[in-house]
């Protein structure tokens, strides 16, 4: 599934009609990161540069010149070169570069030293976003400076640097309607891989196998990659936010949390579930778990156009607070105890963040001091979680070693929000059935 040239096109025409008269945006494409010695990462391209002009190569510029006679948009790009080509892959060229990605201009990536400056040269303001790209930063500065030495000669170097990140990540904060299609099909994929993790697991199988059964729905259905580092974590290592070892064995007993989504034209999905690797929750995993879905289903009924971010957090704070209050684990007034934080000793995390291109998303979360008011179109996570340390001897040990999250991806829509990941079982009676299944499937006792 991939977007159109018409929607990079209308993202170019948006972006230009806000910029200053007589300026000019420099975005670069992502460098190439060394794996190890002579082995490159999977490429990735920048998410800026790959939402203003869908191309997927390194060694490129695109530059955005907004009334130029010979066409606003210019990129830089490699040239053909059969040879590489034969040991790296496909280049689009030049001509690639304008027929296939609606460039009105492309030039070679080696000449950019001798052309960029002139087409700085004249212009008042120069949108980039400077800092993201040191390496970058310097080559910038060094063709500002080149039209600086001929100043004498009548040269008009630009006289101010605007923030081009403020105005491009404002427009990804809105997603249009093919970009909303893009992720519901990543969430659904996401969502598959995750009711397989749960069909397959057992005890005595590791976390990297339930990962493979992840990366393997992923790719099946088309998404090349995973959008982040999957955290499949067994037991106690649930309590660990950000676990990616994933080289545990999983027993008898233990809760999994999984907290994995796949990339999909460069668009990501962000789903965790959490349930028993025996296929039935004990009292206590299942007392937990009922109050961090409720405290899920507490803030999708706070998020609508017109409320704002934090109010779903404020949700999870009112019913997570209330439910360890309830089963003890908490002890106090409950007003007192949300006014003083007490809850952040087992939800310490907030409670979702913008979703898109990256997977904690760009976008302000505050505007002018105030939290910012949801509109539609915004794409958001919801994942309230509790989470008891092992080693915490404040409580009686039947509750520690519980991690419990549970994530989906939401779209704000006019008249509220709509779930996108909602597929994957959550409900603690939908999970052990499904799971119950599975397994008679495969004449497995419980």
């Known amino acids: 599934m991939h977007l159109t040239r018409q929607e990079y096109s209308?993202?170019?025409?948006?972006?230009?009609?806000?910029?200053?008269?007589?300026?000019?945006?420099?975005?670069?494409?992502?460098?190439?990161?060394?794996?190890?010695?002579?082995?490159?990462?999977?490429?990735?391209?920048?998410?800026?540069?790959?939402?203003?002009?869908?191309?997927?190569?390194?060694?490129?510029?695109?530059?955005?010149?907004?009334?130029?006679?010979?066409?606003?948009?210019?990129?830089?790009?490699r040239e053909k070169d059969k040879e590489r080509e034969l040991w790296d892959g496909y280049r689009a060229g030049q001509e690639g570069a304008i027929a296939d990605f609606g460039a009105n201009d492309a030039f070679p990536i080696n000449d950019i030293d001798d052309i960029l400056p002139g087409l700085i040269e004249g212009r008042e303001r120069v949108y980039y976003a400077m800092g993201a790209n040191p390496e970058f930063d310097r080559r910038l500065t060094n063709w500002i400076n080149?039209?600086?030495?001929?100043?004498?000669?009548?040269?008009?170097?630009?006289?101010?640097?605007?923030?081009?990140?403020?105005?491009?990540?404002?427009?990804?904060?809105?997603?249009?309607?093919?970009?909303?299609?893009?992720?519901?099909?990543?969430?659904?994929?996401?969502?598959q891989a995750h009711i397989r993790a749960m069909q397959i697991c057992r005890p005595g199988l590791w976390e990297y196998q339930l990962e493979a059964e992840l990366q393997h729905g992923f790719m099946r259905h088309g998404s090349r990659s995973p959008a982040y580092s999957s955290i499949v974590a067994a037991g106690r290592n649930a309590c660990i936010l950000h676990y990616t070892e994933n080289n545990c064995q999983i027993?008898?007993?233990?809760?999994?949390?999984?907290?994995?989504?796949?990339?999909?034209?460069?668009?990501?999905?962000?789903?965790?579930?959490?349930?028993?690797?025996?296929?039935?929750?004990?009292?206590?995993?299942?007392?937990?778990?009922?109050?961090?879905?409720?405290?899920?289903?507490?803030?999708?009924?706070?998020?609508?156009?017109?409320?704002?971010?934090?109010?779903?957090?404020?949700?999870?704070?009112?019913?997570?607070?209330?439910?360890?209050?309830?089963?003890?684990?908490?002890?106090?007034?409950?007003?007192?105890?949300?006014?003083?934080?007490?809850?952040?000793?087992?939800?310490?995390?907030?409670?979702?963040?913008?979703?898109?291109?990256?997977?904690?998303?760009?976008?302000?979360?505050?505007?002018?001091?105030?939290?910012?008011?949801?509109?539609?179109?915004m794409v958001m996570t919801v994942e309230p979680g509790i989470y008891i340390a092992p080693d915490d001897d404040t409580v009686p040990r039947k509750w520690r070693g519980i991690g419990i999250r549970i994530e989906?991806?939401?779209?704000?829509?006019?008249?509220?929000?709509?779930?996108?990941?909602?597929s994957v079982p959550k409900q603690a009676d939908e999970i052990e059935a499904l799971m119950a299944q599975a397994r008679e499937s495969e004449g497995v006792t419980a």
């Not at 405290?295 to 934090?310: D, K, L, S, Y």
């Not at 989906?408 to 909602?422: K, L, N, P, Y």
Request: hydrophobic residues 40%.
């Open 10 to 77: 209308r993202r170019r025409k948006a972006l230009m009609a806000q910029m200053e008269p007589n300026s000019i945006a420099v975005l670069p494409a992502a460098p190439v990161h060394i794996r190890n010695r002579d082995v490159e990462h999977q490429y990735r391209q920048d998410s800026d540069f790959q939402y203003l002009t869908g191309f997927p190569e390194p060694e490129a510029v695109a530059v955005l010149i907004p009334g130029r006679e010979h066409g606003e948009y210019v990129l830089f790009c």
């Open 146 to 191: 080149v039209i600086r030495s001929k100043a004498r000669l009548g040269a008009q170097p630009p006289n101010e640097f605007l923030a081009l990140d403020h105005l491009l990540h404002d427009m990804r904060l809105y997603k249009s309607a093919a970009e909303l299609k893009v992720m519901q099909a990543a969430a659904e994929i996401s969502a």
């Open 251 to 377: 027993r008898d007993g233990d809760l999994i949390l999984i907290d994995a989504g796949c990339e999909l034209d460069c668009y990501a999905s962000d789903i965790t579930r959490t349930f028993p690797a025996s296929g039935r929750f004990s009292p206590e995993q299942r007392a937990i778990y009922d109050i961090v879905l409720a405290a899920q289903a507490a803030a999708f009924e706070v998020i609508a156009p017109g409320r704002h971010w934090n109010e779903a957090h404020e949700a999870t704070v009112r019913v997570i607070t209330a439910g360890l209050l309830k089963l003890g684990l908490l002890k106090g007034e409950l007003v007192e105890l949300i006014s003083t934080e007490a809850y952040r000793r087992f939800y310490m995390h907030r409670a979702g963040h913008w979703l898109g291109m990256d997977v904690h998303d760009v976008g302000d979360y505050r505007v002018g001091g105030v939290w910012r008011e949801l509109e539609p179109g």
């Open 408 to 422: 989906d991806d939401v779209v704000v829509t006019r008249t509220g929000c709509d779930v996108i990941s909602g």
